[in-house]
């Protein structure tokens, strides 16, 4: 009876991390409030005392202080908002979140491997709610005149207003970018992570 109860555990402990390797995306991404903004946010990296998160530069405002990271109240000790891309970086207490996060990290190799139909999975909080949007690769670097630079183009349905921030997968759940926009119907605007990480280097963060 023992042998079978520790076969049928390690079966269930098998189950659970392999749905956990197939969502890698579900402790990599927080709701973010900034005063009057709300979207979402990537945990980016992790340093001795802070998380460093990356979202929208529309969703954080001029001068955040204070957020509130998935419920809860947090210090922003610094920020960085860029003044090249809608992109800001926030470095909030690791003490002050509710539970820990996976990083990112900043690896361009998912997003290099890209082409025109690949798969995606843009992942966030909308409304209270987890939400996971289907999408596909429509271009992975064209000029968009209503940002004023290259990002990547993706078709994807059930996108909502008040997503910006979200996390940006492919198909094997690497990281590959973040949303910042979209045309209300099922055309996005996502923020490669190549890009993300040019301005992490040049907000003076990179390389501490």
């Known amino acids: ?11 269930l402990a098998c189950i659970i991390c392999s749905l956990a390797a197939c969502k890698p995306e579900q402790k990599q991404v927080v ?8 979207g979402n946010a990537v945990v980016l990296e992790k340093e001795e005392e802070n998380y460093v998160l990356c979202t929208a530069a529309h969703v954080v405002g ?13 210090t922003v000790e610094e920020y960085y ?15 002050e979140t509710e539970q820990p996060y996976q990083v990112t990290g900043m690896d ?5 491997e890209l082409s025109e139909g690949d798969g995606i999975t843009i992942y966030g909080f909308w409304g209270g709610q987890e939400k996971r949007c289907k ?9 968009m005149e209503d940002f004023g630079y290259h990002m990547l183009w993706a078709k994807a349905s059930d996108v909502k207003n008040g997503m910006s921030g979200c996390g940006v997968f492919d198909q094997q759940g690497g990281f590959i970018g973040i949303l ?3 045309d209300g119907k099922e055309e996005v605007a996502v923020l490669p992570v190549s890009m993300i990480e040019a301005e992490w280097k040049n907000s003076g963060y990179g390389g501490r």
């Open 1 to 11: 009876m023992k042998k079978k109860c520790f076969v049928a555990s390690l079966v």
């Open 31 to 38: 709701s973010l409030v900034i005063g009057s903004g709300s």
């Open 62 to 74: 001029q001068e955040p202080k204070v957020a509130v990271v998935d419920g809860m109240q947090v």
């Open 81 to 95: 908002i860029s003044p090249n891309v809608d992109l800001a970086f926030l470095k909030v207490p690791i003490e």
């Open 108 to 112: 361009t190799a998912s997003f290099n």
């Open 135 to 143: 999408g596909s690769v429509l271009s992975c670097w064209i000029y």
């Open 180 to 182: 910042c926009g979209g």
